[in-house]
T-cell receptor, first 113, second 114 residues
Framework: DTGVSQDPRHKITKRGQNVTFRCDPI?????LYWYRQTLGQGPEFLTYFQNEAQLEKSRLLSDRFSAERPKGSFSTLEIQRTEQGDSAMYLC???????????FGPGTRLTVL | AQKITQTQPGMFVQEKEAVTLDCTYDTSDQSYGLFWYKQPSSGEMIFLIYQGSYDEQNATEGRYSLNFQKARKSANLVISASQLGDSAMYFCAMRGDSNYQLIWGAGTKLIIKP
C-alpha cells in the first residue's frame, strides 16, 4: 500500500494555458475523487469515478474542466484556458468502496499568473 | 441540503491538555457517515476517525475519540493528551446516503503551545 500519489506537486502557469494533473490511487481502491481547496477553506467536491465511470460532477466543474480515468486506475484532471480563479490546491482521494474512508494524496498546488 | 459547521476558526491549547473540536451537521439522510481529517502545514489530508450514523458506540482511535450526539447533530473530536505535532487544521466532513462525496466544514486551526 503505497498511498495516493499526485503529479505534479506544484504547477505555475499563465492565464489561458492548459494544465493537466495526474492522480494514482491506492491500487485496490475502485473509487477516485477530485476536490479543490482554496486557502483557508475546506475542500470542495469536483467529481468522482467508480472504476472508469465518472458518476458525479459538481456544478463547480465548468466546461473548461475535464476528468478521465481511462482504465479504472490512474486519473487525469485537465483545466483548459486557465483563469486566475482556478488557483487552488487540487486534491485527489481514493476509497475501497462508497462508504469507506477516503485517503488523500499530497495535492497539486496550481498558481495561475 | 447537507451542511457541516465548525464554529471555532482557531484554538490554542497547552501541550498535554485534552482538546475538543466542535462539529455540527445537517442532513435529511437516515444513513450517513462523519469523518475527521487533519491537515498539517504540508497540505496532505490525513484521515483520523470515522463514525457511522447507526453506530451506537462512539468511535475511538488511539488518542482520538468522536463524541457523537445524534439528537443534537453534533460530532465533536476529542484529542487526549495533546502533543506539539497535533498543531494543524482539522476538518469535519460528512458523507450522505444520497451521494458519496464528502461535504466539508471550514476547519479549525489548532495550535498546541509548549
Amino acid at each position: 500500500d503505497t498511498g495516493v500519489s499526485q503529479d505534479p506537486r506544484h504547477k505555475i502557469t499563465k492565464r489561458g494555458q492548459n494544465v493537466t494533473f495526474r492522480c494514482d490511487p491506492i491500487s485496490e481502491h475502485n473509487r477516485l475523487y477530485w476536490y479543490r481547496q482554496t486557502l483557508g477553506q475546506g475542500p470542495e467536491f469536483l467529481t468522482y469515478f467508480q472504476n472508469e465511470a465518472q458518476l458525479e460532477k459538481s456544478r463547480l466543474l465548468s466546461d473548461r474542466f475535464s476528468a478521465e480515468r481511462p482504465k479504472g486506475s490512474f486519473s487525469t484532471l485537465e483545466i483548459q484556458r486557465t483563469e486566475q480563479g482556478d488557483s487552488a490546491m487540487y486534491l485527489c482521494a481514493s476509497s475501497r468502496g462508497p462508504v469507506n474512508e477516503q485517503f488523500f494524496g499530497p495535492g497539486t498546488r496550481l498558481t495561475v499568473l | 441540503a447537507q451542511k457541516i459547521t465548525q464554529t471555532q476558526p482557531g484554538m490554542f491549547v497547552q501541550e498535554k491538555e485534552a482538546v475538543t473540536l466542535d462539529c455540527t451537521y445537517d442532513t435529511s439522510d437516515q444513513s450517513y457517515g462523519l469523518f475527521w481529517y487533519k491537515q498539517p502545514s504540508s497540505g496532505e489530508m490525513i484521515f483520523l476517525i470515522y463514525q457511522g450514523s447507526y453506530d451506537e458506540q462512539n468511535a475511538t482511535e488511539g488518542r482520538y475519540s468522536l463524541n457523537f450526539q445524534k439528537a443534537r447533530k453534533s460530532a465533536n473530536l476529542v484529542i487526549s493528551a495533546s502533543q506539539l505535532g497535533d498543531s494543524a487544521m482539522y476538518f469535519c466532513a460528512m458523507r450522505g446516503d444520497s451521494n458519496y462525496q464528502l461535504i466539508w466544514g471550514a476547519g479549525t486551526k489548532l495550535i498546541i503551545k509548549p
